[in-house]
């Protein structure tokens, strides 16, 4: 059964790097894969306001434990990739690009583009730990 192991990040060393406040004493290990999520808003039923759906999130991007100290992780970013990408090689290496889904509620964006952004103070969750494809490919 996968843990569960909820951080954030302190802080950008890189353009692709990031500090997560969890550590060895949390159970973090190298090469965890872990989700930055994208909080959507409370979502209120219009027929009944006592109704209300929230902790809904999106990914909106995803990093790789690097290195582990005591008490926080380094982290790099996982690039996402679309098909266009795997033809571009001058997207290869370099500065990950994202893209992200407009999503839209009556006609107005639900998220803007800043929102999309990977910032300080962003909340993880442990996605994948090391090996667990292989495990689950047998």
Partial sequence: MKKEIYAKIMNFMSGTQVVINKGKIDGVKI????GIKLMLPEIVDP????????????DKGEIRIDWV???????????KRTIS???????????????????KVNGELLLS???????????????????EDKKNNK
């Avoid at 027929?47 to 999106?58: F, H, P, R, T």
């Avoid at 100290?69 to 690039?79: E, G, K, N, V």
């Fill in 31 to 34: 090469n965890m894969i872990f």
């Fill in 47 to 58: 027929d009944d306001k006592s109704n209300v759906l929230s902790g809904v999130y999106y």
């Fill in 69 to 79: 100290s005591d008490r926080m992780s380094f982290a790099s970013l996982i690039p």
């Fill in 85 to 103: 990408d795997a033809l571009d090689f001058s997207k290869m290496w370099g500065t990950p690009q994202y893209e992200y889904p407009k999503i």
């Fill in 113 to 131: 583009e800043e929102a999309w952004e990977i910032q300080v103070g962003d909340e993880v969750y442990l996605k994948k730990e090391e090996g």
